[in-house]
């Protein structure tokens, strides 16, 4: 009969025998998932990495072919460490890692976090999928909810000054467009701000800085960006204009609205009337401005005249408001357009002398017309009230029969 030490010797030998044997070759995700694809005993408390591992969906993941030890490459044999080293990402992706780098994200490494900040946007690494693949956290018509996660998180963004945006986006035409329509060509964040790359606006490196905000949106919208850079405003921005405005300076950022509703179409103020102050002014003295600003949407606004995208001085013969094109343009409206007509100002300015000789002398005699008349009306109902004020509190021969009542 053996001993109970000579049993003990026998186990430890079969056991080196054993972990010689397996180290004579490299492990196979089916070794793995023979302890890590069994059922957790408590809930997990290191997502987002479990331990417990579905060994389907790691096989139908982009990583399931490569098997285990491609990431975990300090794992040579089992039973191997407790507490294998934290999995690199850059080892493979080391391209969409310098870029991480280089982004505003890096605030993630920065905390020290024990899993890789690659994981928060693109989910757990035992089941991550192609980006095509509808069930990945980055595909499409996703993509707006992964980054939602913070960026629609009134705590975080009060927290850690994270643009709080996931809601406009939402209820803009893009967001209408990939959400509610399931457009997968139209922009969602990284359309405009990158995948990897996400750096600061003030960034002049970045897809969101100003002077690049065209080219970003002629990514999809190519037509128009042409449009923009033949017009006024495209030409002052190629010239080096900090002040000419870019799309997003009409369109807002995130909020886009379609232009062919009621609300966009009776907004100049907040769109032209950002740097055409003056111009505005003058507008909203107008029939057109003063019925637009009543909810009108069929009255002309700036670009009925302007044009939207190409706008160009009265100067160039191509403008919509070329003396030779008046007609056509306001016949747009107006039929039976003659002139006399296309002669009226369309921003008279009564403050402007040198513009506009005789309505500014026209509205001084006004005003002066008005003065008078108040000023002489004035004095008149405060003579007339001194006088009736006497009459009632004294007696006056000029009334034999009593004070008139």
């Known amino acids: 009969m053996l001993t109970r030490a000579s049993y003990l010797i026998g186990l430890l030998l ?3 025998v054993s972990s010689a044997a397996q ?37 139908s993941s982009v990583h399931g072919p490569m098997g285990c030890t491609i990431c975990h490459s300090d794992v040579k044999a089992f039973p191997h460490v407790p507490k294998p080293q ?35 946007c693109h989910g757990n690494p035992h089941g991550i999928v192609a980006k095509t693949n509808p069930l990945s956290p980055v595909y499409p018509l996703n993509l707006p909810y992964t980054c939602g996660r913070c960026h ?12 709080n945006v996931f809601a406009l986006y939402i209820d803009s035409v893009h967001g209408f467009a990939l959400t509610k329509d399931g457009l997968l060509v139209a922009a969602s964040c990284a359309s405009c701000h990158g995948a990897h790359r996400v750096v600061s ?8 800085f100003r002077t690049n905000i065209p080219a970003t949106c002629g990514s999809c919208h190519a037509g128009i960006e042409a449009q923009y850079f033949d017009g006024v405003h495209g030409r002052a921005l190629k010239a080096g204009s900090s002040a000419a405005p870019v799309c997003t300076d009409c369109h807002t950022v995130h909020h886009i609205a379609k232009v062919e509703t009621a609300p966009w179409q009776t907004r100049p103020a907040t769109t ?3 740097c055409h102050k003056q111009r505005l002014r003058t507008y909203q003295d107008t029939f057109h401005g003063q019925v637009t600003a009543l909810g009108v949407a069929e009255a002309a606004r700036c670009w009925s005249c302007h044009g939207n995208h190409v706008i160009l001085p009265p100067s160039d013969p191509k403008s919509s408001i070329a003396p030779q094109n008046l007609i ?28 506009n000789p005789i309505l500014y002398y026209a509205a001084v005699f006004m005003n002066l017309l008005l003065l008078g008349v108040f000023t002489f009306f004035g004095l008149h109902t405060m003579l007339w009230l001194v006088r009736t004020w006497n009459l009632k509190n004294h007696q006056s021969d000029d009334f034999p029969f009593g004070r008139p009542q």
């Open 14 to 16: 079969v056991a080196f």
């Open 23 to 59: 180290a004579a070759q490299p492990l196979t995700a089916k070794d793995c998932v023979t302890c890590h694809n069994a059922a957790p005993t408590e809930p997990q408390k290191e997502e987002p990495v479990p331990l417990y591992v579905n060994a389907k969906l790691f096989q």
């Open 86 to 120: 934290n999995v690199a990402c850059d080892k493979c992706h080391s391209g969409p890692a310098k870029d991480f780098s280089e982004s505003v994200h890096t605030a993630w490494d920065a905390m020290k976090l024990k899993f890789p900040a690659c994981l928060n």
């Open 152 to 163: 629609g998180n009134p705590d975080l963004a009060k927290r850690y000054g994270i643009a």
């Open 201 to 208: 606006p003030k960034d002049p490196s970045s897809q969101t």
């Open 272 to 274: 032209c009337g950002n």
């Open 328 to 355: 056509s343009t306001c016949g747009q409206c107006h039929k039976g357009v003659t002139r006399s007509f296309i002669s009226f100002e369309p921003h008279p300015d009564p403050r402007d002398r040198a513009l």
